[in-house]
Nanobody
Framework: QVQLVGSGGGLVQAGGSLRLSCAAS????????MGWFRQAPGKEREFVAL????????YYADSVKGRFTISRDNAKCTVYLQMNSQTSEDTAVYYC??????????????????WGEGTQVTVYS
């Protein structure tokens, strides 16, 4: 089992950047693929990015490709989401998640077993 704690959200002006972090407890962090999802008011939770357990394979939603970068540091048991060139469409609660299940390049929330509590990102113009 793994516990996840997300941080780094806040207010950012359109065109700006934020970096989210998600710290994991436990000694098995390296076993999990890690993902970021987001949920805007009135919308379903959607996939943002995923990184495999080694960090060598990364997948992104089309809406963030070229602007967001997911990375992980297994020594620190932490996954990151660097968000650049942000727009108002990026306003949402962002969740990190972990899975040992098989996944594809656009996983669904129900394919992840463990979730952080969410961190709010608000982009204003």
């Amino acid at each position: 089992q793994v516990q996840l704690v997300g941080s780094g959200g806040g207010l950012v002006q359109a065109g700006g950047s934020l970096r989210l972090s998600c710290a994991a407890s436990g000694h098995t962090f390296g076993r999990y693929a890690m993902g970021w999802f987001r949920q805007a008011p009135g919308k379903e939770r959607e996939f943002v990015a995923l990184v495999n357990w080694t960090g060598n394979y990364k997948y992104y939603a089309d809406s963030v490709k070229g602007r967001f970068t997911i990375s992980r540091d297994n020594a620190k048991c932490t996954v990151y989401l660097q968000m650049n060139s942000q727009t108002s469409e990026d306003t949402a609660v962002y969740y990190c998640a972990a899975t040992e299940n098989p996944y594809n390049n656009h996983p669904l929330p129900n394919e992840f077993d463990y979730w952080g509590e969410g961190t709010q990102v608000t982009v204003y113009s």
